[in-house]
């Protein structure tokens, strides 16, 4: 090594270290130059991760907006599907109660066209009968005058007494048929009065308190202490509670109790009546007789007894007073036949008139 080679190395080593700081320098302005770059690309991706959120918060406002608005939608859509349901269910409702009315309409309708049927059936036949009756009564009243003088010329022991007996019985009964005939014939103007029907009942069993006492048959009356007056003509009313009673007493041949029931009640909603009830404890109806009853001229009892028109024209009487006729019977119990006639205040029977057909 010489003299100068020291400083020489020096300035080398010095030369290498000026090299070296430069290059260290250029390093380091190369990485302040990296970093930069990265800061500034970091900044970017920061800048695009918020627009990126900014439009994801807005997506999601948007869709929450959108869910709102279907939400509702469907609120609405609900509430109109709940109102059309209900709409629905109404006019079901509506529909049924229409259907129920027709076919009470209906049955009503068939109601009056068989009452209309019964009545044409029994026109002429009232009318014919009427006109056999009137012929037969003059002749009948000339048999029964002749049958009594007759009787009343001969001896108490003489022997054609008997005949003549048995012939004023027959003439007598023909004459009932006869009256009977006319009754059920009987059209005309109906004189119409403010009745108390349990008046009138009590009258009309003066009429056969023998016959029914002779048949050994108790008599119960049930009259309500309030019963509204009935609009009605009060000889007819007199007909329909003979024949009823007439019919309950051939019931009970062997005697028993007929309980008469006088009530107020109802024809038919709003329309106030009077309701009477005939109960015996007699033979009672066989149930295939029961549509037949009421027929004229159906009877069952022995020939001579029965005319089959007691009912027919209890029937006729209860209709032209609009009221209603029901019989219920049990065979070897007894039979209730119940009267429901209409009432109102109306003294002069308005209500009857305007009712009638
Ligand atoms: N209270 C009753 N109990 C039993 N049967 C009855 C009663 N009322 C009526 N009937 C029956 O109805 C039939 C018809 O009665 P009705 O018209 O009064 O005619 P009749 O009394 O002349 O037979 C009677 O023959 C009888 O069979
Ligand atoms: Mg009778």
Same mark, same amino acid.
């Given at each position: ?45 920061? *800048? ?5 959120? &900014?439009? !994801?918060? =807005?997506?999601?406002? @948007? %869709? ?5 608005? $279907? ?21 079901? *409702? ?5 259907? &129920?009315? !027709?076919? =009470?309409?209906?049955? @009503? %309708? ?5 009452? $209309? ?37 001969? %001896? ?44 009138? %009942? ?156």
């Amino acid at each position: 090594m010489n003299a100068n080679g020291l400083p020489q190395q020096l300035a080398e080593a010095e030369a290498t270290v000026r090299t070296l700081q430069q290059e260290l320098a250029e390093t380091n302005r190369g990485l302040v130059a990296l970093i930069m770059e990265l800061e500034s690309r970091v900044e970017e991706r920061t *800048a695009d991760l918020h627009a990126t959120q &900014e439009e !994801l918060q =807005r997506t999601n406002s @948007e %869709l929450l907006q959108m869910t709102l608005e $279907l939400e509702d939608r469907v609120d609405q859509r609900t509430a109109e599907l709940r109102e059309a349901n209900a709409h629905l269910q109404h006019e079901l *409702a509506e529909r049924q109660r229409a259907e &129920e009315a !027709l076919r =009470r309409k209906d049955e @009503e %309708l068939r109601t009056i066209s068989q009452q $209309l049927w019964q009545a044409a059936k029994l026109a002429p036949m009232g009318e014919l009968a009427a006109s056999i009756a009137h012929e037969l009564n003059n002749p009948l009243a000339t048999v029964s005058l002749r049958v009594e003088s007759l009787l009343a010329q001969i %001896l108490e022991d003489d022997p054609k007494r008997r005949a003549l007996t048995v012939i004023e019985q027959e003439v007598e009964r023909m004459g009932n048929l006869v009256a009977n005939l006319l009754q059920f014939g009987r059209r005309g103007q109906a004189q119409i009065s403010s009745v108390d029907v349990r008046e009138e %009942l009590e009258n009309t069993l003066a009429l056969i308190y023998y016959h029914l006492r002779n048949h050994r048959i108790t008599m119960v009356q049930q009259f309500a202490p309030d019963v509204p007056m009935v609009q009605a003509d009060c000889q007819q009313l007199r007909q329909v509670f003979l024949n009823l009673l007439t019919n309950a007493s051939d019931a009970m041949t062997q005697g028993g109790t007929l309980t008469l029931g006088v009530t107020p009640g109802q024809l038919e909603p709003g329309v106030p009546a009077v309701i009477v009830t005939f109960t015996d404890t007699g033979i009672g109806i066989a149930p295939e007789d029961m549509p037949k009853v009421m027929e004229p001229f159906f009877t069952t009892k022995e020939e001579g007894k029965g005319t089959g028109l007691g009912l027919a024209i209890c029937r006729r009487i209860v209709q032209e007073h609009h009221g209603t006729i029901e019989i219920s019977s049990t065979v070897g119990q007894g039979t209730t036949i119940c009267l429901t006639l209409p009432c109102t205040n109306d003294s002069n029977g308005t209500y009857l008139r305007e009712r009638r057909l």
